[in-house]
């Protein structure tokens, strides 16, 4: 992907059908990033985030605009831009964080005041409601761990660690349904790694393959090793990622869910990349998707500390 600058001559017809294109690319390979017009003369010019020009003319024939140039740019954060766009990202958080707490205290709350005006509660009600409130702390404990996990530092510890008990940790750390079925590995491998930090990204990961699934089906973890590299994939039989989101499902906040942060994949990718690693998704839709991690398997001292901050963070 590049920046490009081009222009165009319009009308107000083209004018109003340009900016309520724009306002549609969500998912699409090109981005509208910009649009400024001059009324006088009545040109358009677009700065946009593209593949190629090819991809630029293409499009913008399929709207009826003529292309009068497009010249690749480069895109310069000022500082001011960058506070602008880091204020921008932890307003839109903000909201999105406050309207995902906001059902689980519901939950809290009503559930306390039926406890207190019950007088005698026998064990089978102290159970039911415990595990409301036992639910709804985890959804909130969750919430706030996946903003905490994209913002805050990076502190790696590094250590040999057996990637069966990564896996094994992380899916005691969420609520498996009663239809849905793990299936683990058989085989051993061992990868230098952050045990803490490796946990949090497999965890994200099972969690949207079961999620995927509307809790019901098996989900599959498979190890791989060579001499240099370890690989982990997660694969579900889920409803699958249409093409035309999957180039965002990475992006920080993107998410097609009514409820969630949107930082779960993102902290996965980030987590790996700190590890010198990659992650990648294969997905066909109506049958299922594919997340694979690939590590490498460096030699180094135990307990080295990697101290790296995030951007967000910075």
């Not at 700065?47 to 009068?68: F, N, S, V």
């Amino acid at each position: 992907m590049g920046i490009f600058i081009d222009g165009h001559h319009v009308n107000e017809t083209l004018l109003a059908k340009a900016k309520e294109q724009a306002n549609k690319e969500l998912g699409m390979d090109i981005a509208t990033l910009s649009m400024l017009y001059n009324p006088k003369d009545q040109e358009l010019y677009c700065i946009i985030d593209a593949p190629d020009e090819k991809t630029i003319q293409r499009y913008h024939a399929e709207l009826g605009l003529d292309c009068d140039f497009i010249t690749p740019v480069e895109h310069i954060h000022t500082k001011a831009v960058q506070n602008a766009e880091r204020l921008k990202a932890i307003g839109e958080l903000s909201a999105r964080l406050a309207h995902d707490l906001r059902n689980p205290l519901s939950v809290i709350k009503n559930t306390v005041e039926i406890m207190e005006h019950k007088q005698r509660l026998s064990i089978e009600d102290r159970i039911v409601y415990f595990g409301r409130l036992h639910r709804a702390i985890d959804r909130i404990s969750h919430q706030i761990e996946d903003v905490l996990d994209f913002v805050r530092p990076i502190n790696l510890t590094l250590q040999n660690n057996l990637v069966n008990e990564i896996i094994a940790s992380a899916i005691e750390k969420i609520t498996v349904p009663d239809l849905v079925k793990i299936n683990t590995p058989a085989n051993y491998v061992h990868v230098v790694c952050d045990f803490t930090r490796m946990e949090v990204a497999i965890t994200n990961l099972l969690m949207n393959a079961i999620q995927a699934m509307n809790n019901a089906g098996q989900v599959d973890v498979i190890l791989t090793e060579n001499q240099k590299q370890a690989v982990i994939q997660i694969r579900d039989r889920g409803c699958g990622i249409p093409q035309e989101i999957m180039p965002n499902i990475f992006e920080p906040l993107f998410t097609t869910k009514q409820e969630g942060t949107g930082l779960g994949l993102a902290s996965c990718k980030k987590i790996i990349e700190q590890h010198g690693g990659t992650i990648e998704v294969s997905s066909v839709v109506g049958k299922g998707t594919t997340f694979t991690i690939t590590l490498p398997k460096q030699s180094i001292h135990l307990e080295t500390q990697i101290n790296e901050k995030s951007e967000v963070a910075a």
